[in-house]
RNA sequence: GUGGGUGUAGCUCAGCUGGCCAGAGCAUCAGGUUGUGGCCCUGAGGGUCGUGGGUUCGAGUCCCAUCACCCACCCCA
């Protein structure tokens, strides 16, 4: 008995439902905002990665699904999206279209982590990507549909975290002055945040050992320490989300790892969740294009995982799954002639669906009786019955699954008595 | 990668301190007379008790290992 590989799930008939109802809703979002669909393919070099995401993250250091191929090249499963849209920016030279080039992306990403609750080895995320502008209204823009897209789905509960973390010319003198900060007490800080230090010093503020937040309390502040620019930044988008009552929190300490992200960092973060509570986070990264040899173009974006979402809109008690077609059921009675019924009720079949509709029959070769339960068992709103008697009248019953009655109408009646039917429903 | 919990039919679970206990409910399929559903009744199929070792006369039931899932840490979607 071979399983599915570990942190990975089938999506099953009744739950795929939801997964289709989230895209479509992306889709259409996406059509109203103005961001076109880009598909990259979901291994790339390993380089992109390592040189895009940062080195030193977990992601490059230890979730990497990595593997040489046949041709003796480092290919590895693409950890997110922002990357291969940056390559495949570059690659096609859409700085030469007309700017901002405003992309989506929607699939499955890899990362080889220890699966827990809402955390899975494949999992799935959506993303925007906008290219080419410094605007604070496109980083606005970028929350905003966030914003929408939860709210339209009627997630309850859901905290939008803002922050900014500088520039190339604000945080690294920041940083300097943490570092400075905290160095004379290294050796109070837990483990963690000793390596945390020299690796990413903005960490150490976030730390949950108790110790280390009493530490962190006169710990400069970065919020405080902004250039000008970055300032003035902040302070537009914030304007902008105000402006379309888009309500957030500043969170000082969310913190983006690497030196590619600039100025704003935002996160969803939805608490019940747990330990995996973030469900979607984003922000601008002005010089990971250039990082990647292209020209010094500034960008935006977000990426929603669609699994915690799943989770998060469980939680908020929103159901998903669509109203179902109507089922039309055509059944055969039993007799001599059912051979012959069975290809009257094939072509009757075909007819409906022509017509619109979702009709079934069996295929299990079941007396009527089980056929009427089998078709009770799947929900049929209506079941045409191919009776003996009837056909030789040039008949057919019309059972009408939820009054329970029925009647005939004439063979060629039929399709013209469904519509009018479904139409008299429908009002 | 570290720590804790769990693992019995498709699903939810029972099986006390090791010995006819391999079970229930639900689901599936078939019947309840001759051409009709939803309720009810009857019956059937389906399990190497996660896997592999070990202890024992004998192991779902004890021990070890392994795998998977869940939870937490790390990190993130």
New binding site residues.
Partial sequence: ?I?VP??TKDLLPGEVEKWQHLEELVRHLCKLYGYQEIRTPIFEHTELFARGIGET???VQKEMYTFEDRGGRSITLRP?GTASVVRAYLEHHLYNQPQPVKLYYIGPMF?Y????????RQ?H?FGLECLGSHDPAVDAEVICFTWDYFQRLGLKKFTIELNSIGCPICRPRYTKALKAFFEPYQDSLCS?CRE?LHRNPL?VLDC?VPQCQELGKNAPVLLENLCEECQKHFSDVQSYLRVLKIPFVINPRLVR?LDYYTHTAFEVVFSEL????????GGRYNNLVEAYGGPPVPAVGV?V?I??LLLALEKSGVQLLPPKEPIIFVAT???DSRPWLEQEAMLLLMELRNAGFRAEKDY?G?????Q??????IGARYVL?L????MAAGEV?I?D??A?N?FSVPRENVLKTIVEMKDKEEG
Avoid: C, H, W
Avoid at 387 to 390: K, P, T, V
């Fill in positions: 008995m399983n570990r942190g993250t977990d992601i997110e990362r982590d220890r699966p827990q609750a809402g955390r899975y999992f995320q963690f945390r960490r949950k790892g747990g330990a995996q509570a973030s469900i979607a986070g990426a995982g699994e915690r009675a039993a007799g299990l079941r007396s009527l009786k089980a009427m339960k089998s078709a009770g068992k019955i009776g003996e008697e009837e019953v059972r699954m939820r329970g029925q």
